[in-house]
């Protein structure tokens, strides 16, 4: 919901109870990225995986981070380290395409689809899956087609739209406008102030 004063106090409280729970610090990473600390949330990624080296979550959440300061090459060794190949991680995997199409590395992001609808044949892929990958590839037609069907499938992708970073470049979208509203947010998402970080 974009309120994140009263997120980070939560967050805050929830970490002196469990100073070691990884799926907490995974939630610390998780309010930083969303406040677009993405610095901050390396540093808490960096300490999730000096307790745990192989935690996919501290590797997703550095990834994400990379890819939000531009470093799409950093993050793709960091969704490789989540199990996106060749574990077959489906999150770490569309994230990995995510990283290449924003890489420039078109061919690879495309195999990463291909990937995706096979594993389709024989197991649930969310379409928020393919979203991802038509986002780092910035094909908009098809990112709004899959956005669509991630929507009707009722992915949890959804309930992030207002402050989901990846999603920075299409929220002056019309397109992107009427998802918010069909999700019932009550207002334009805005990232935080750097007050409320």
Do not use: C
Not at 9 to 23: F, H, N, T, V
Not at 54 to 76: F, N, R, S, T
Not at 113 to 140: N, P
């Amino acid at each position: 919901m974009g309120r994140f004063e009263e997120g980070r106090k939560e967050i805050e409280r929830a970490q002196d109870l469990g100073p070691l729970s990884l799926i907490i610090s995974s939630d610390v990473a998780l309010y930083h990225y969303y406040s677009r600390d993405f610095d901050n949330t390396i540093a808490e990624a960096a300490r999730m995986l000096e307790l745990e080296p192989a935690y996919p979550l501290g590797h997703i959440w550095m990834g994400m981070a990379y890819v939000q300061k531009g470093k799409p090459d950093e993050a793709v060794e960091e969704f490789r380290k989540a199990g996106g190949v060749p574990q077959g991680n489906l999150m770490a995997l569309a994230l990995l395409g995510h990283a290449y199409g924003r890489a420039g590395r078109r061919a690879e992001a495309l195999a990463v689809i291909q990937e995706l609808e096979k594993a389709s044949r024989t197991r649930f892929v969310s379409a928020a899956y393919l979203t991802l990958v038509y986002l780092g590839l910035r094909d908009w037609e098809k990112f709004f087609e899959w956005f669509e069907r991630s929507y009707q499938e009722r992915s949890a992708f959804m309930i992030r739209l207002k402050v989901e970073p990846m999603l920075d470049p299409v929220r002056s979208d019309p397109r992107f406008q009427a998802f918010l509203r069909r999700m019932n947010f009550p207002e334009a998402a805005t990232a935080p102030s750097k007050s409320s970080r």
